[in-house]
């Protein structure tokens, strides 16, 4: 009986095993009353065996069904660690395969501005010559500004020290940097800029939310090819939406809504993906700083990026 209720227990047949000492101990007691033994010590052992060993398989499964619910949690927590961690690798897998297919075409567009500025020097055009070297340098520019934010977004996949520290940060502010950041791309391309700020503030990452604006620009400027960029702020309940407007050619050929919440679930399992200049870098920078980014596009009409930050009060 020992042996069976020992086996049972190893696999966790905590009923099976219940139920066999209780008919094992039922059996043993019925064979007492069918042959009645005479003997006093026959009764004594069996109150000196049968019950402390009954109290002891009780304590056996109780511990034994604290170690199963303790090894269910645990296999709980690995499987879903590891889901989160084939989570996070399909989708840097992803951004390594975007982000190259992202700076090359840049660079290809380098390599062709140096023929023709070559060629613009033989005819000894010195205007068409330094048209194209100015969009060298902006080309070059955009290279680098986006080159920085894959160094950003490796900090925050590598969650460094520091990288998220977030502290009231003014609107203004934010809206100064980002604008001195992108002001010689949007004067070599001529596009017209409009900027709306505001005395509020945010709890944010200076440097993340600006790197995000930033890209958001740039993506304007040279994938939508925008003529026009507004850069605004908007309350939205206890929220500030950071806004980037253009009116460009859109990303897809269809109306499309692109939410950081729900992109990479989209991205990873479907094949079908909106054109765009570091749009998965984009997202990917706002998923690991907890904020919220919403980009409407119509076709032809534009783009319309909103980034959601937690309003705070600087009185208090």
């Given at each position: 009986?020992s042996?069976a209720?020992?086996g049972?227990?190893n696999?966790?047949?905590f009923?099976a095993?219940?139920?066999?000492s209780v008919?094992c101990?039922a059996?043993y007691?019925a064979l007492l009353?069918f042959?009645?033994?005479?003997?006093?010590?026959?009764?004594v052992i069996?109150?000196?065996?049968?019950?402390?060993?009954a109290?002891a398989?009780?304590?056996s499964?109780r511990?034994s069904g604290?170690?199963?619910?303790?090894?269910?949690?645990l296999?709980?927590?690995?499987?879903?660690?590891?889901?989160e961690a084939e989570?996070a690798?399909s989708v840097l897998?992803?951004?390594?395969?975007?982000t190259g297919?992202?700076?090359?075409?840049?660079l290809?567009a380098?390599?062709l501005?140096?023929?023709?500025l070559?060629r613009?020097?033989d005819?000894?055009?010195?205007?068409?010559a330094?048209?194209?070297?100015?969009?060298q340098?902006?080309l070059t520019?955009?290279?680098s500004q986006?080159?920085?934010?894959v160094?950003?977004l490796?900090r925050?996949?590598?969650?460094?020290?520091?990288?998220n520290?977030?502290?009231p940060v003014?609107?203004?502010?934010l809206?100064e940097?980002?604008a001195?950041l992108a002001?010689?791309t949007?004067s070599?391309?001529?596009v017209?800029?409009r900027?709306?700020s505001?005395a509020?503030h945010v709890?944010?990452?200076?440097?993340?939310?600006?790197?995000?604006?930033?890209n958001l620009i740039?993506?304007?400027?040279a994938?939508?090819?925008?003529?026009r960029i507004?850069?605004?702020?908007?309350?939205?309940?206890?929220?500030?939406?950071?806004?980037?407007v253009d009116n460009g050619r859109?990303?897809?050929?269809?109306?499309i809504v692109?939410?950081s919440?729900?992109?990479?679930?989209?991205r990873?399992?479907?094949a079908?993906r909106?054109?765009?200049?570091?749009?998965?870098l984009i997202?990917r920078?706002?998923q690991?700083?907890?904020?919220?980014?919403?980009?409407?596009?119509?076709?032809?009409?534009?783009?319309h990026a909103?980034l959601?930050?937690?309003?705070?009060?600087?009185r208090?």
């Amino acid at each position: 009986m020992s042996y069976a209720l020992i086996g049972m227990l190893n696999y966790h047949l905590f009923q099976a095993s219940a139920a066999f000492s209780v008919i094992c101990i039922a059996w043993y007691l019925a064979l007492l009353l069918f042959f009645q033994p005479g003997e006093a010590r026959v009764y004594v052992i069996t109150l000196t065996t049968m019950i402390p060993a009954a109290i002891a398989m009780y304590v056996s499964m109780r511990l034994s069904g604290r170690v199963s619910r303790r090894n269910f949690f645990l296999n709980k927590v690995y499987l879903d660690a590891k889901d989160e961690a084939e989570k996070a690798n399909s989708v840097l897998s992803l951004l390594l395969t975007s982000t190259g297919h992202d700076v090359r075409q840049p660079l290809f567009a380098l390599d062709l501005n140096a023929t023709v500025l070559s060629r613009a020097l033989d005819r000894g055009d010195l205007a068409a010559a330094q048209e194209t070297a100015d969009k060298q340098k902006s080309l070059t520019r955009n290279i680098s500004q986006f080159l920085t934010s894959v160094l950003e977004l490796s900090r925050t996949e590598r969650n460094l020290s520091d990288w998220n520290r977030s502290s009231p940060v003014a609107v203004s502010d934010l809206f100064e940097t980002t604008a001195a950041l992108a002001r010689e791309t949007i004067s070599v391309n001529q596009v017209q800029w409009r900027e709306v700020s505001s005395a509020l503030h945010v709890e944010a990452s200076k440097s993340m939310v600006e790197r995000i604006l930033l890209n958001l620009i740039i993506n304007a400027v040279a994938h939508a090819e925008a003529e026009r960029i507004l850069l605004g702020v908007r309350r939205c309940g206890k929220d500030v939406m950071l806004c980037v407007v253009d009116n460009g050619r859109g990303l897809s050929s269809e109306p499309i809504v692109l939410d950081s919440e729900t992109y990479f679930e989209h991205r990873i399992h479907s094949a079908d993906r909106a054109s765009g200049y570091g749009l998965d870098l984009i997202f990917r920078l706002a998923q690991n700083c907890d904020y919220r980014l919403v980009m409407r596009s119509e076709p032809g009409r534009g783009v319309h990026a909103c980034l959601r930050l937690p309003r705070t009060d600087t009185r208090e």
